[in-house]
C-alpha cells in the first residue's frame, strides 16, 4: 500500500487497525470498574473490622510510677506496626490511644496544656479524655484501647 | 476454498427474488441493500443486479468525514457504522458503482456488506443463495470458470483511475483486457447515450487532460 499522510494513519479505513470501542465495551468497561471498586472497599472494611475485633493479648504496658501527670509513654499494640500513646492525663485517669490520626496517619502528639493529642500534618485535635475530634480534617475519634489497672500495673484489656 | 461473488448482469431476469431476500436480514428489514436497476427501461425489460463491489482502496471509506465505513481483514467494505455515521452522504456521491444509499428515515447510509454475518461463517450472502439465475453467484473461482463462458474482472477503469474490487464482474470472454473502461464505454458512439454535441466536451472531460 502507498505510503500515507498522517491523517489518514489517524483515521484507518482498515477495522483491525481502527481503536473502535463500542457502547457496549465501554458500558462493561465502566460496570467492571465499578464493580472491582466496590468489592475493594467491602474487603478493605471487612478486613479492618475482622482485624479490629479480634482480641489482642492482654498486656502489661507500664507500672503506675513510670509516668508522671502529663507524661506519655509509647508502645506498639496489637502488631509491631501499630504505634500506640499511654497518656497519664490526671493522677487517676490514664488513657490509651492509637497514634494514627483517623485522617491520612500521620502519628499525633499529646499537649498537656490543652489535653489534646495534636496531628501536625493538618492540624486535627483530638480529646485526650475520649478521643473526640476536636478540630481539623478527621472525621473518627481515635481508636481507644481500653486499660486497667491492677496494683501497681498497668494492662491493655484486648480489643482496640 | 476461497468464496468469491461474481456478478453476471446478462443473466439476470428481473425476478427481483435478491431484493426480496435481502429485505428479510434482520439489521435492515425492511431494506433491501441488493438494487435492481433496469438498463434502458423504455426500450428493454433487461435488469442488472447491484451488490457492493468491495473495492480494495474504497473510495466511500476514503471520503467519509466520521471515519464510519472500515474494511474488514477479509477485504469486505462494511455498512456505516451507526454510532459514527452522521449521513453527509458524501459516500454515496463518491462511490464508483453507485452502491451507498441514503436512508432518510433513519439519516443513515446503509449499503450491502456482503452479508457479513453469513460469509464469515462460511454461508453465501442471502441474494446469491437465491438467485434463480446464478447472475449472482458465490462460490470458487475454479467452479465458475468451468461452467461459464465469460470471464471475470475486477480490474475498472475510471478514465485514469483503476478500481480493483474483491467482487468480480462476468464479462465478454473476447474482452481483450482483463479491465473494463467505463469512461470510455459511456463515451463510446454506439452506445448512443451522449448527444453528438456532447460528446467532445464530455471526452475532454473524462481524459482529464
Known sequence: MKPQAKWREDFPIHWEEDEYVTRREFTRFLGLTSLALFLGTVWIALWERLRRSAPG???????????????????RYPTADDPCLLIRI??????????????????????????????????????????????????RPLPRIDLSIEGSDIWIQGAL | ??????????????????????TECDSHRGQSMVHLDFID????????????????????????????????????????LTERCIGCSNCVL????????????ADQMMKCDLCYDRTSVGKKPMCASVCPSEALFYGAREEVLKRRQEKPVSDFVFGRQVVKTKV?????????HLELDVASFIRSPQLGLLPSGEKEGMRGLGAQE
Open chain 1, 57 to 75: 493479648p492482654a498486656r502489661r504496658i507500664a507500672r503506675l510510677e513510670e509516668l508522671a501527670v502529663g507524661e506519655v509513654k509509647s508502645f
Open chain 1, 90 to 139: 490526671s493522677p487517676e485517669r490514664f488513657a490509651a490511644y492509637s497514634q494514627l490520626c483517623t485522617h491520612l496517619a500521620c502519628p499525633v502528639v499529646y499537649e498537656k496544656e490543652k489535653k489534646r493529642l495534636r496531628c501536625p500534618c493538618h492540624e486535627g485535635y483530638f480529646a485526650a479524655e475520649d478521643g473526640r475530634v476536636l478540630a481539623g480534617p478527621p472525621k
Open chain 2, 1 to 22: 476454498m476461497e468464496m468469491e461473488f461474481f456478478i453476471d448482469p446478462s443473466r439476470c431476469i428481473g425476478c427481483q427474488a435478491c431484493v426480496h431476500a435481502c
Open chain 2, 41 to 80: 427501461r423504455s426500450a428493454s425489460p433487461q435488469t442488472a443486479p447491484v451488490v457492493c463491489m468491495h473495492c480494495e482502496d474504497p473510495a466511500c471509506a476514503r471520503v467519509c468525514p466520521a471515519d464510519a465505513i472500515k474494511v474488514t481483514a477479509e477485504g469486505v467494505v462494511q455498512s456505516a
Open chain 2, 94 to 105: 463518491a462511490c464508483p458503482f453507485g452502491v451507498p444509499k441514503y436512508m432518510i428515515a
Open chain 2, 168 to 176: 468480480s464482474l462476468m464479462v465478454s470472454p473476447e474482452a481483450r
